[in-house]
């Protein structure tokens, strides 16, 4: 089931009770949990990862501030989501970062975390037919990065296929870029290694979704699918893309 950023089942939307979080708004089924929150960077100080009983691992202490407001933000995302999976009361866990920097989520969870500019989403499934799981949200690429940047991400023919789905070459190296994202997301507790983007490709378009297919080599090495489905919703100048399956 598509998973929708600007329509579909809103539960609740809210103020936040930090300056750093302005407002988060969850959307579920009876499958997964989407968290949304907005925030401002500029109001980030490191003290409100105590305000916030949200730990900051080492590797982020290091970090820049930057990289700090969006790791806080991020997680602060996924602990609302966990709230809103448990019964009231539950204690919620800290999450912390693996080896290949991915977010360590309780027991029988999957999840996935992605932000961009002053935005942040968590995608979150306890159900246990959810076996792969990913989320990406980015801005939209202007046609000069898309123009220097997309050889690196996908073929001519692979952003042909989006623009006749109706996409500007821009929006489609975009979609592709993000999905790819999404799908690398999914895959990596499969994986636990890095994969460039010439590991998988479009295969299929529509205006909403789009179809990846991935190296025969991996699909057998990993023991996963040979072609998944990621959707997609630009929404003004930003993308979101999720994977469930």
Not at 173 to 183: D, G, M, T
Not at 193 to 204: C, P, Q, Y
């Amino acid at each position: 089931m598509p998973i929708q950023w600007s329509e579909g089942s809103i539960v609740r939307q809210q103020d936040s009770e930090h300056a750093f979080i302005r407002s988060v708004e969850f959307r579920l089924n009876w499958q997964w949990v989407l968290v949304i929150c907005r925030f401002v960077p500029d109001r980030y100080q490191p003290s409100m990862f105590t305000a916030m009983k949200i730990d900051m691992p080492a590797s982020i202490r290091s970090a820049d501030s930057k990289r700090q407001a969006e790791f806080l933000a991020g997680r602060y995302a996924a602990q609302q989501g966990l709230k809103s999976m448990q019964q009231a009361g539950a204690s919620i866990s800290q999450i912390p970062i693996g080896a290949g920097r991915d977010p360590q989520w309780p027991a029988g969870i999957r999840g996935s975390i992605s932000h961009s500019g002053d935005r942040v989403c968590c995608l979150l499934s306890q159900s246990a037919s959810v076996k792969f799981l990913g989320v990406d949200l980015e801005k939209i690429f202007s046609v000069e990065l898309a123009q220097k940047i997309g050889y690196e991400i996908h073929t001519a023919a692979e952003q042909q296929l989006l623009c006749k789905a109706g996409l500007s070459p821009a929006q489609a190296s975009s979609v592709i870029f993000s999905a790819k994202e999404c799908l690398f997301k999914a895959l990596y507790p499969y994986a636990k290694e890095f994969f460039g983007f010439e590991a998988a490709s479009v295969v299929e378009a529509t205006t909403s979704s789009v179809s990846l297919g991935l190296s025969p080599d991996l699909v057998w090495l990993w023991g996963v699918p040979e072609q998944f489905t990621v959707h997609y919703q630009l929404h003004h100048d930003y993308l979101f893309t999720s994977l469930i399956g």
